[in-house]
Structures are given as structure tokens and as C-alpha cells.
């Protein structure tokens, strides 16, 4: 079980000794000039193992940008050094000499400048995929907008999307999008806006919606934001009898780890996750009035059930259902057998999928199988007496979102797959689990874009949604 945490430390290790051998024989340093075809070996690995994670291997985030913090090669560097914490851009002070921060900001400026050479066009070229098992056609449900994050499938055979950038739209059968109104007021910043969308389980006769978003308000000045669940009923194309059943707390000043995803069970319990909001010290562990690095469990009214796990203990939220969590973005039942899963980023490395189970410690970030985006270790310990095992994890992360089980009616030799969208490496994970074991995987689609969503209609069939652009495909088997 140690061993893949064990290779990414001994390649830290290795790269460390580079730094250091680098440094004997290259004594003045400070700051190199930018040279044409320079040879950016060193930073070129750097980046792809620093930094395109998140900023895309092909350093796809900052191509077409609208630069924040300014793109001259000082600003790269400040913000390489400094970080933007509260933005989710990590400092890298602790990982890398000022020379080495020159040569990456000259090597980002030099590809951007160089974008349409290396940009490839690698999306693929038919609708049509062979997998192992079946052959797939991806029909295009609707494309538009930035980031579809969630969908869910109205009675008459429209779809209610959201789009992170804090819009509500219904999508018809033939394409045409109209905008939902009455949203609340939502941040669209980092990681955060409009996020899932879950109907009651008896929608046809009540029309109840809930809707997972970034709440926010000021503090001394200052934005502050949070994971909230709204309440509100459709009627037409507008929400009316709005409310907010749950809000968590406390409040945080970065833009990330929101969780929001948002499930009923077959107990007929809201399930819903809520992420740490990038500070581990403080909230996965903390029992004492926190809701962050959290799945709760709540009624369809947002009361809180009379058998919740931990109401004995008047310190805790009383919806907590499990902790130790740190980004989950997947949450599904098995249909087969009524268990809940769910996955949840690591930070480099140790992505997970666990089984959740109530009043479980899932460890964050006592145990993990990952460590700190700079490279520094954040924990040796990936096991520990009191803390959940994962079923499987990913190193390197694949950062996965969403999360369904395949129905092997339509998808012959999918049956119960679990199948999961990752952000990172733009394809759809094919996971066949045996007694609680991920026993295979496969990649589907590759290069189709940021899989952020994946779910199953009523009728049995897989949609996914990809990011930049945005688009809602569905998953078609054909012979
Ligand atoms: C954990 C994810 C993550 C990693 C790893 C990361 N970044 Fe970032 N970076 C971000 C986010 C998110 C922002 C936007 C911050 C904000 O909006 O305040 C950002 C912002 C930046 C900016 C400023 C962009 C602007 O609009 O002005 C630069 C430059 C940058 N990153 C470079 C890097 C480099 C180089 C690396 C690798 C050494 C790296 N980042 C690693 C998430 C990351």
C-alpha cells in the first residue's frame, strides 16, 4: 500500500538533488534573460510537475487568458513565489530558488508566445469511440456556456443545467435554452458559483428543487463565502418559495474546496458533501460547530432526521454524517445495493473513492496518498486506527468529478461500472467494482475536455458534461 507514495517521494527527492547540482555550477543566477529557443528542459519539467495539475499540460488556462495579477515576467514570478492562496494558487517559495521561478515564468511566456505551435489539435476527430466492451456515439445534447456543472432531468424530457458561472438553464429536446429566474445571489469566483442540481424524489407532484451554491457576504470589507443548499419550487421558467435549508459554516475567504454534491439516498435522505475551503488544519478534523470537510444528512424539508449519527455529541452540526473529508465532487448510490460512494480530490496525488458509512473519520489530512502541491510532504501516514480506507485512489490525481453507476440494460458489460469524469486528464473513467474493489479501469473519450459531470436519466442512459466550452453530451451505445 506504501509503495506509490513512496515513488512520488523519492521522485521529489531526485528533483531536489537536481536543484542542488544545478546550483554548483550555475553560481550568479538572478534573472536570466529570456532567450529565443532556450533550451527549458528543467523548467519544462517543473511545470509538468508542479504546476499542470491545474493549469493544464498545455498550459491551457493561460492561453487567451485575462491575466489578474498581470503577465510580465515579474508578475509571474510574484505570483509563482507569493501564490494567490485565497485564489487556490499555491506559493512555491518553499519548492524552488528564485532562478528556477525566472525560468518557468520565461518558459510559460515563451510557449504562450509559441501557443499555436504546440497547440495541437488533439480533441478527437469522430463522435464515434470503440471501447474494450461496447462502441459508443457521444450525441451533443446542447453546447453552450462556460462550465455545466450539474444536470437534472425533468419529467417531460427537458434538462435543468447549471452553469457555474451562476446560471439556471432548462434545455428543451430540441436545443433551445431558456434561463431560469430567481436564482440567489451567487460569487462565481475560483472554484465556486452555481453548482448541483438535485430534484425532490417526488417532483411531478411538488416541483422542489434544490440547488448547491457559493453564498457570500462581507466581513470588515472583506468577501467571505460558503457551501449553501436553496429550496425553491419551478414553476414555468422561474423559482419561486426560495430558501435556504442549509448554510454552511464557518465562512472562508478562499474560493475552493466547495464540495456540493448533492444526492437523495434510498432511505430518502438528502445526502450532500461539503469541502474544507482549502484550510486542513482547522476544518476535516474539527467536530466542534464546523461543517467544512463534511457529509451531511438532512430531510427533504432540511430538518435534521431523528437517527443522524452524531446528535448525541451538542458540539457537532447535527447533519454531519461523516468527516475527515477534503474535496468531495462525487456522490452516487449503488443501485444494487443501497451503499453510497463517493470520490473526493486529493492534493497531488490521493484522489480517493470511499464508501461512505455514518459517523466514519475518512482521515484528511492525517492519512492521505498524496502531499502538498509544492512538493513538501504532508503527511507520512496513509493508514491509521480510526480512520476510513479508501476503496481505491489515484496517484497521480486524476481530479474527479461527478459520479454514476452504469446501467448494463443499456450498457452491456457496464453493469454497476461506476463511472467518473476527470477535470484534469479530460476523459471518462470506467471503474468495474468487484466486493467494493476497483478491479479495472478504463479511459474513455480521451481529450474530450474537463468532464465535470456524469449521470444517469430516469430512462437509464449517461450524460456528461465538458468545461470550456461547455457542452452536454449523452452516451449513445450503437453496434
Ligand atoms: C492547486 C492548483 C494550482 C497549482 C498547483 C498551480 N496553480 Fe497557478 N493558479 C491557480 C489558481 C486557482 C490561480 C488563480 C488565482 C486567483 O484567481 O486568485 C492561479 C494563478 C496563477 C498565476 C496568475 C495568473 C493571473 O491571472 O494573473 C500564475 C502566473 C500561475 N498561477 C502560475 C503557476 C505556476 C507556474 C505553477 C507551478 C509552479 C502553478 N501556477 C501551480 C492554481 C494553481
Request: hydrophobic fraction near 35%; charge should be positive.
Amino acid at each position: 500500500m506504501l509503495k506509490p507514495i513512496i515513488t512520488v517521494i523519492s521522485a521529489v527527492a531526485i528533483s531536489a538533488a537536481l536543484y542542488q547540482n544545478q546550483q554548483e555550477t550555475k553560481p550568479t543566477i538572478t534573472p536570466i534573460k529570456l532567450q529565443e529557443n532556450k533550451n527549458f528542459g528543467q523548467a519544462a519539467l517543473h511545470y509538468k510537475t508542479y504546476c499542470g495539475g491545474c493549469h493544464g499540460e498545455n498550459l491551457n488556462t493561460f492561453i487567451d487568458r485575462k491575466w489578474k495579477y498581470g503577465n510580465t515576467r515579474a508578475d509571474i514570478f510574484k505570483a509563482i513565489k507569493n501564490g494567490y492562496p485565497d485564489g487556490g494558487m499555491p506559493s512555491f517559495a518553499a519548492a524552488f530558488k528564485d532562478h528556477e521561478i525566472y525560468n518557468l515564468a520565461d518558459y510559460i511566456l515563451d510557449r504562450l508566445k509559441n501557443a499555436d505551435k504546440y497547440a495541437v489539435s488533439t480533441k478527437p476527430k469522430s463522435n464515434v469511440f470503440k471501447t474494450e466492451k461496447l462502441t459508443i456515439r457521444l450525441d451533443t445534447i446542447y453546447a453552450g456556456g462556460q462550465s455545466p456543472w450539474a444536470i437534472a432531468f425533468l419529467p417531460d424530457g427537458d434538462l435543468l443545467v447549471t452553469y457555474k458561472e451562476a446560471s439556471l438553464k432548462r434545455i428543451s429536446k430540441n436545443k433551445i435554452a431558456t434561463e431560469i429566474s430567481g436564482l440567489p445571489e451567487i460569487l462565481s469566483e475560483g472554484q465556486g458559483g452555481l453548482m448541483d442540481i438535485l430534484l425532490h424524489p417526488e417532483f411531478e407532484k411538488n416541483q422542489t428543487l434544490y440547488l448547491s451554491y457559493n453564498k457570500f457576504k462581507k466581513v470588515d470589507g472583506k468577501t467571505v463565502s460558503t457551501t449553501a443548499i436553496m429550496m425553491a419550487k419551478l414553476s414555468g421558467n422561474q423559482l419561486t418559495e426560495q430558501k435556504d435549508i442549509f448554510v454552511a459554516e464557518p465562512y472562508q475567504s478562499t474560493r475552493r474546496h466547495y464540495g456540493a454534491r448533492m444526492i437523495f439516498a434510498n432511505d430518502g435522505y438528502l445526502y450532500f458533501s461539503v469541502g474544507e475551503r482549502g484550510d486542513h488544519e482547522k476544518n476535516p478534523q474539527s467536530l466542534d460547530n464546523n461543517s467544512l470537510g463534511k457529509i451531511h444528512r438532512i430531510n427533504a424539508d432540511g430538518s435534521i432526521p431523528k437517527d443522524n449519527p452524531f446528535l448525541s455529541d451538542k458540539k457537532v452540526v447535527p447533519s454531519t454524517y461523516s468527516y475527515g473529508h477534503r474535496n468531495p465532487q462525487g456522490l452516487a448510490v449503488n443501485p444494487k445495493n443501497g451503499q453510497i460512494i463517493s470520490h473526493e480530490h486529493g492534493p497531488r496525488g490521493g484522489d480517493e473513492l470511499n464508501l461512505i458509512l455514518p459517523k466514519k473519520n475518512y482521515g484528511w489530512p492525517v492519512i492521505s496518498y498524496g502531499i502538498n502541491y509544492n512538493g513538501t510532504i504532508l503527511t507520512n501516514r496513509t493508514a491509521k486506527e480510526g480512520m476510513e480506507q479508501p476503496l481505491h485512489y489515484w496517484v497521480p490525481s486524476i481530479a474527479p468529478s461527478g459520479l454514476a453507476f452504469a446501467n448494463g440494460n443499456i450498457y452491456k458489460g457496464w453493469d454497476n461500472n461506476v463511472m467518473i469524469g476527470s477535470l484534469k486528464y479530460s476523459y471518462l473513467n470506467r471503474c468495474e467494482l468487484v466486493n467494493n474493489k476497483v478491479v479495472k479501469e478504463e479511459l474513455l473519450f480521451q481529450n474530450i475536455g474537463r468532464v465535470r459531470e456524469v449521470r444517469t436519466s430516469p430512462d437509464g442512459y449517461l450524460y456528461m458534461t465538458v468545461e470550456n466550452p461547455g457542452i452536454i453530451y449523452k452516451l449513445v451505445p450503437v453496434n
